[in-house]
Structures are given as C-alpha cells and as structure tokens.
C-alpha cells in the first residue's frame, strides 16, 4: 500500500465526482404493504424518470413498477405531501392520488389498471388515505379546497370517499388542519389529528375520535391535547387500543390508550429524553408498529441519530436488535408486513436511504435484507467521513448560557495527507432548513464530496431543531435569525478552540430557512465567514410573510414576534431581521442558487440582495435554473450548483 500523497487540505483528488449528482438516485418517499400476501409497494421517483412518482411492487417474484407511466403518485397537500397511496385490505387494490391531476384513482396491482373514484378537479388536493377494513368502498382522507386564491380561504376538511359512486361526504370541517385519518380494526371508529392556526404540529394538536356510520360520523369527541402538546402519528392496536406519540413530558414518548379513559404511558426507562416522533412537515409519519399484542417496532431519535428497538409491552422494556441505520425517512418509514416482519426505509452512516426488511423472530439477531436502495453507491468506504456527534456551550447572543448541538465530520481520504505543520481544516458550516428540522448521522453524499476533498464539514442542529426535546425547539421562538446564527458561531469556537478547524477558513451555507441563516450569519458576523453559498435563501422576510402558502402562514410570527407585539414592533423586528437591508455589510463572497418557479421564496430574493452586497462593493454571484422549483431535481442542475459551488469554495475559502 503506497503512502498517502502530501496536500493541503481543500485541494485533494475524492472519486466522489460531481458526476454522481447529475446521474442522482432513486427517491424512495415511503413504504406500503398489503399484509394479507406480504407484497411491499416502494411510494418514489426512479432516477430516470424526470421525479414521476412510481408505485414499484416487491413479492417473492421480483419487483416491477405496477404505476401505469401516465401517473404520478404524489400529493400537494400542505405543499410538502406525503401518503399518497393507502392498500385496500380486502381487494388489494391501491388507493392513490395523482400529482398532475390531483384526482384520486383506484389502482388494481395485478393488471395496472386504473378508474377514478375522485374526478379530476385541480383545485382540490386528496391525501392520507385509510379504507374500511371490511367494507372496501369506503375512503377516507383529507381534502384541501384551493377555490379561492386568498390563502386564509383554503378550506381543509376530513372527507369520506364512497369509491363505488365517487361520492365525497365532509366528515369533520372547522379547524384549520387535519391529518392521520384512521379506521379501527372492526371499522367502528376512526381517529384522527387536528389544530388550527397560529399553531403548527409540533407545537399543539388533538387527537379526536368518531363513531363510523356508513359514510357519516356520529359523537365526535376530543380525547387527548391540551395546551402546548404535540399528538402525532396515532396508530390503532391489533386489540381495538390507540397508540400515538406525545411530547407531554417535554419529549414524544409513546402510550397506549384502552377504551374511553384508560391510557397507559410506555415508559421506557432509559429513554425518558428520546423522541419517538418528529415534526409532520410532511404527512403520514410512521416510526412504530405494532407486530403481535406484545410487541412493538420503533424508532427513536437521540443526540444526532434514529435506533431502532423491539419493544415488550407488558414490561416496557426493549431488545436492541443492532440495526446499524441511524436515520429513517421522514414518513411512512416503518411498516408492519406480518408478526415477526417488518418493513424499512433508512439509511446508515455508509450507505443511502435504502428499502429493507428485517425478521425479528429472534430480536437480539434480525439482520437486515435489502430490497432496493437510492443510490449505487462506487465510493470506498475509506472515503467516508465518521460522524461526530457534539454539545457544545452557547457562546454568543441571545444567549451566552447553554448548550446547542452538532455533527462533526473531519477530512476524511486514504489518499492524502496535510502537510506537516499544516493548519486544521477550512470548514464548511451547513445551516438546516425548516427552521424546524435536523440533521442526521444517516450517509450524506455531498457531506462525502466535501470532506474527501480535504473539508470539515458542521452540521449545526442550532436551537429550535428537532429531536432535543419541545423546550430546545421553542427556544426559536421570538429569536429567528438570533438564536440559530449565534449557535452556528458558537460552533465554530467550540470546534477551532478543539483544534478541529481553522476559524480563519469558514465558509457557511445552507437551503431555505438554512439559506436564510446564511444570509443573517453573513450580515451580523461579517468578519466571521471567508464566504458563503446560500440555496433559495430569504434576505427580506416582509415578503415570506405575505406569499407563503396556507399551512405555514401563520409560523413565522411565533419565530419572530412576542405575543401581542404592535406593528410597529413587529415591523422593525422585520427589517431587523432581513437581510436585505443590511446587504452592505457583507464581507464574504457570497454565491446564491435559486429556481426560477420557486414558489415558496420568491425569485427576485436573491436578485435584490445581490444589488445590495454590490452597493456595498462586495463579491457577489447569482445563478438561476430554470424550470426548478425550490428544491432542484434536474440532474444537470444538480450538478452544476455542486461543480460551481466548489469553485467558489477553492476560491475563496482556500
């Protein structure tokens, strides 16, 4: 074995090519199974399919794609989707909605055949499906009326379909949201989750139930949420008793609920501070399941990573059956296939989001089986980074007490090496959308690209991200474009007073909310960062308040404002806090990248701050894509936006 090659770092070779992004993988968007047969159907886009949403098959046969190739399954429900597709338990057919069309189909698996059972109508969006489980006629979802262009008329209600004469009957209208609309097992009851407005799911919602009468619902009733909890992802028991998670305790925690009253917490010692749920950006997350009347699959997340665990119900206590994923999909991740098997979609620190399943016959030893993954993956191991997960002290305003979290990867290729005496690493600091969210220990194929090329790259999960609890991610509230950015330069005196990086060298970057904190870091710590790259970033947030759609329309004013704020307060607090009008004080050259058909930050965004940093004499470079929308999906985009990235990266961070 020939010693590794002496370069700085930043400047070494990595097989990871850019080649990689435009060629993409497949998108796996969530699992269903028909448990009367076993057969798995993978929700997702193939690569080569310009993000058409396939329904692909796996049976002891193989795997096929049963989705005729004129429909897309995917959804526009609160703009994020989720759920689009639910199996009939008696017919094996499959419910699912049409993303071009938004109507909803009945489709037969075995022949590719498909009717209507909702006619098309564009303004309204269907998602979430469930179906009696004995009288298969009967759907239900939720509906998301679009009439009216003014975004507090958008009307969401809970709807019954009867498929046998396309008639939709509203079963449950008056709050602002719905989700998780659920049939028992006798098909008696359904459940289901509701809020409204200022709220979002993660900080308040209801769990309710209603008798089933053929189309209606009689004796609605609330019977769980109080002020400040989060009900998510209920889930009805093989025994007729309803699962769901809660964050109560201050962390989503899983009970069990027998009956009208009787509710019983499954308190997993050990595990008081983990989260069994995370924030319903998008719809249907599953993260449990129940296989026998003892027994529950689950997945809980905790400083930086998802484990899976066998739970034992009559003594709450858990088998790990060392899975090594450490991140599942945001929904429809975990699915019941019979009572010792269950279906998978995760991902591990060295290989992408894949399809699994695993049989837990013995818990302490259920390897894993893979069905398909989203990317072949031609990279060495040595050449992926470990993940190091970190606690760090807050050390800038608001606060400078505290603690806020991160993940740690170091320059990682066998091939080189730094020369000696070299100075630590420059570092790629990368801000998380949402706000709400967080970043993972799962495999990241640009984190990859980066530290093979002699980077460190920083995940910083800054306060208001998921997975640490309902106190840590309240603590952005009032304090968007604060909180997040003085935690992203406690990082980097947590990580250069270590040794790791040189704080001289630090680049900073980030998508959406991520961009935004790009812009805000790159204003208010100007002298901070060496440069910048800000993805369908918002510099002026009056705008984001007047054009977002419905379902966060209200979410920015908990993030910025103190209740009860005047508006003259909250004006200033705005321009305080855009970017925009402080364009002229960055220093970092700064590179932004935006689709044209971004219709959640406007495209003249990143114009006007590019004309506010020239003012100001600085370096600044925008690149519009065309036909893209907030998120690029051409692989040619893809890889442009990484092969010009890279360049500004060795420009100006080097």
């Known amino acids: ?83 689009p597709c639910a199996v009939n338990p008696v017919t094996g057919h499959i419910v699912f909605a049409d993303f071009e069309s938004n109507a909803v189909f009945d489709l037969d698996p075995d022949t590719s055949t498909v009717k209507p059972i ?96 053929e189309g209606t619902v009689k004796n609605a009733r609330k019977i769980v949420g109080d002020k400040q909890e989060s009900i998510t992802q209920p889930r009805w028991g093989l025994d007729g008793s309803l699962f769901y998670a809660s964050n109560r305790s201050g962390f989503w925690q899983l009970y069990q609920r027998h009956g009208e009253e009787e509710t019983k917490y499954i308190h997993i010692k050990g595990l008081e501070e983990a989260e069994f749920a995370h924030p319903d950006w998008c719809l ?94 031609p990279i060495p191991s040595t050449h992926i980074p470990p993940t190091h997960f970190y606690k760090f002290p807050r050390t800038h305003p608001p606060t400078a007490s505290g603690s806020a979290y991160c993940l740690f990867k170091p320059p990682t290729n066998t091939s080189f090496t730094p020369p000696p005496s070299s100075p630590p690493p420059p570092l790629i600091l990368a801000l998380h959308g949402g706000p709400t969210h967080a970043e993972l220990t799962g495999f990241s194929l640009r984190d990859a690209y980066w530290t093979s090329r002699g980077y460190a790259v920083a995940q910083v999960n800054y306060a208001g991200s998921s997975g640490y609890g309902r106190t840590y991610i309240r603590q952005l509230d009032t304090q968007m474009g604060v909180s997040d950015i003085g935690d992203a330069a406690s990082a980097i005196d947590f990580l250069s007073s270590r040794g790791l990086v040189d704080r001289s060298r630090v680049g900073v970057t980030g998508h959406s909310a991520g961009g935004y904190c790009t812009l805000q870091a790159l204003t208010n710590y100007p002298s901070l960062y060496r440069a910048g790259v800000a993805e369908s970033s918002i510099s002026e947030l009056d705008v984001l308040f007047k054009e977002i759609h419905k379902f966060e ?5 908990r993030l910025c404002f103190a209740p009860g704020a005047s508006a003259e307060e909250r004006a200033r607090v705005t321009r305080e806090r855009s970017a925009l009008y402080k364009a002229d004080r960055v220093k970092a050259p700064l590179l932004m990248t935006h689709g044209r058909e971004d219709k959640i930050v406007p495209r003249n965004q990143p114009e006007m701050m590019a004309e506010g940093i020239r003012k100001g ?30 360049r500004w990266w060795r420009e100006y961070l080097l």
């Open 118 to 213: 909702v006619e098309k109508d564009e303004r309204n969006y269907f998602a979430d499906f469930d179906i009696h489980p004995k009288s298969p006629k009967w759907v239900i979802a939720i509906k998301e009326d679009h009439h009216s262009e003014v975004i507090d008329e958008i009307i969401n209600t809970l709807i019954a379909i009867d498929s046998s004469t396309s008639k939709v009957t509203t079963i449950a209208q008056g709050a602002d949201f719905y989700t998780y609309p659920r049939f028992s097992p006798d098909g008696t009851t359904i459940c289901w989750t509701q809020w409204n407005h200022p709220d979002m799911p993660w900080y308040e919602t209801e769990l309710w139930l209603a008798d089933w009468d």
């Open 553 to 557: 329309s209200r979410y920015l004013h």
């Open 284 to 377: 249907g997350a599953s993260w449990y399941q129940q296989l026998t009347p003892t027994t529950l699959v689950a997945f809980y997340s905790k400083e930086g990573s998802h484990t899976g665990i066998i739970i034992d119900l009559p003594t709450c206590t858990f088998t790990d059956p060392h899975w090594p994923i450490t991140e599942i999909l945001a929904f429809e991740s975990v699915k019941r296939i019979s009572s010792t098997t269950v279906a998978i979609i995760g991902s591990t620190p060295t290989s992408p989001l894949t399809l699994y399943t695993a049989n837990i016959s013995n818990p302490s030893s259920s390897p894993l089986t893979l069905l398909r993954s989203s990317l072949n993956l």
């Open 617 to 646: 004499g600085g370096v600044v470079k925008v690149l519009v894509y065309p036909d893209e929308g907030h998120v690029l999906r051409d692989g040619k985009h893809v890889r442009d936006s990484v092969v010009e990235t890279e």
């Open 1 to 83: 074995m020939s010693s590794p090659e002496v370069r700085p770092y930043g400047t070494w070779d990595s097989p990871i090519s850019a080649d990689l992004f435009e060629v993409g993988g497949a998108e796996l968007d969530g699992v269903i199974v028909n448990e009367s047969n076993g057969k798995l159907y993978l929700i997702g886009a193939p690569s080569d399919q310009n993000g058409r949403s396939a329904v692909v098959e796996f049976s002891d046969a193989g795997s096929r794609d049963v989705l005729p190739k004129e429909y897309s399954a995917a959804t526009r429900v609160h703009e994020y989707g989720g759920t």
